[in-house]
């Protein structure tokens, strides 16, 4: 299967799928007992996540190349992953993201917690590992007729659209060639998700096939909505006789990447301090990817896409806010970089950056700050940093 998905990954040119490809390779050549194939795989994904700004996956795979340097009996190697594994969760505030992860890891970790540079994280991570290992009996969970072995409920449907388009039934990736191969199916279902009430055959062939005859039409729809079906079940989409809409079954079990960052969002709108604000941003901000269905062209795309980003661009910048305000320099640094990365003539992330580089005291950083923005107006939009921006970095160099 990894084979099968390498090239279109390639094609897509997606740093994401590229990490997660090279992390799933150097698992797999763990499993294998095989670490010294896996390091330079799983060295990989770190990188391809880094360079777009990922933080969670970034973690989560340098534990992995810890193992990795565990098994092939490098201990000095092996705690220095861990330790950037820490270091790159810091910025979530919070060791969940890790727990995953640490359970596969467990060797390793165990190992390092005699190390004097990590072991009281180390040792922080196991102990809540443990913990959640003992509630995993309380956990919702199926079983299966027929069997002894028993498994942790998942959702029925996992849809993520940020980054890229991807359903899973039962934690599986949707392969089916009714859904892989046909976008007009894919699109129909991510479009009837933007649509919680339903839609109406016509409106739904008006935003899908606006050039299509009325007889074309009605075969289309009739023929994605038949190879929906039987992609992801029969359930997925139901038609209400009285209205005659069409639309998503919201009362199926499943997890929905956008919703997931609305909600996490609200959380933080209505928190009542800074210390519940600031989980739910960092939070919304690890699911967040860009673009939202970054294959998809039509122009229902576009609104939805940027408003996604607006709310992104929104809680990135009160999250650096905030962590200014706590003297947390680096972290505003690391979150204005991740926005920047994306659009790098947001003055506000430049003016944010420049301030904690000046608290750090690296007037240097506040130079390049300054310049980087300079160089992205006068490119991007044939402009100079705006008065507010060349007074802050005049006050923040003493230039007068």
Not at 54 to 73: F, T
Request: hydrophobic share 35%; proline share 4%; charged share 30%.
């Amino acid at each position: 299967l990894l084979d099968d998905v390498e090239p279109q990954i390639q094609e897509s040119g997606s740093s994401y799928e590229s990490g997660l490809l090279h992390l799933e390779r150097g698992k797999l050549y763990l499993s294998e007992g095989k670490p010294e194939e896996a390091i330079p795989l799983l060295e990989s994904a770190v990188r391809e996540f880094e360079s777009g700004g990922q933080k969670v996956e970034c973690a989560q795979a340098h534990l992995h190349v810890a193992q990795a340097y565990y098994d092939d009996e490098n201990s000095e190697s092996c705690v220095h992953h861990i330790s950037k594994a820490f270091q790159t969760a810091s910025i979530l505030e919070s060791l969940h993201p890790l727990i995953h992860s640490g359970r596969e890891v467990k060797s390793a970790l165990r190992a390092a917690q005699s190390s004097t540079q990590v072991g009281d994280q180390v040792s922080s991570l196991l102990d809540a590992i443990r913990d959640f290992e003992k509630e995993l009996p309380s956990l919702q969970f199926t079983i299966y007729q027929g069997e002894e072995e028993l498994e942790l409920f998942i959702p029925g449907l996992t849809i993520q659209t940020m980054g890229r388009a991807q359903v899973k039934r039962h934690g599986k990736i949707v392969t089916a060639p009714e859904f892989t191969n046909q976008r007009a199916v894919r699109e129909l279902f991510f479009f009837l998700l933007v649509h919680p009430d339903g839609l109406r055959k016509r409106a739904i062939g008006q935003a899908l096939w606006p050039d299509s005859s009325p007889e074309e039409l009605k075969r289309q729809f009739k023929n994605a909505v038949y190879r929906l079906r039987r992609a992801l079940g029969k359930e997925v989409v139901i038609y209400d006789q009285g209205e005659k809409r069409y639309r998503f079954n919201w009362g199926l079990d499943y997890r929905y990447d956008v919703e997931d960052f609305r909600t996490q969002l609200s959380r933080a709108h209505n928190a009542e301090s800074e210390k519940e604000q600031i989980p739910a941003l960092e939070s919304a901000l690890s699911i967040y990817r860009h673009p939202y269905l970054p294959r998809v062209s039509h122009l229902w795309v576009e609104p939805i896409r940027n408003r996604l980003f607006r709310q992104f661009k929104d809680a990135v910048l009160t999250l650096a806010e905030l962590y200014l305000d706590g003297a947390l320099y680096e972290k505003a640094v690391q979150t204005c970089q991740r926005l920047l990365s994306i659009d790098p003539c947001q003055e506000r992330a430049h003016r944010l950056s420049m301030r904690a580089h000046a608290a750090l005291g690296d007037r240097a950083a506040v130079a390049r700050q300054y310049q980087s923005c300079r160089k992205a107006l006068s490119k991007d939009l044939d402009t100079s940093p705006s008065p507010e921006t060349e007074e802050l970095y005049h006050r923040l160099m003493d230039l007068g």
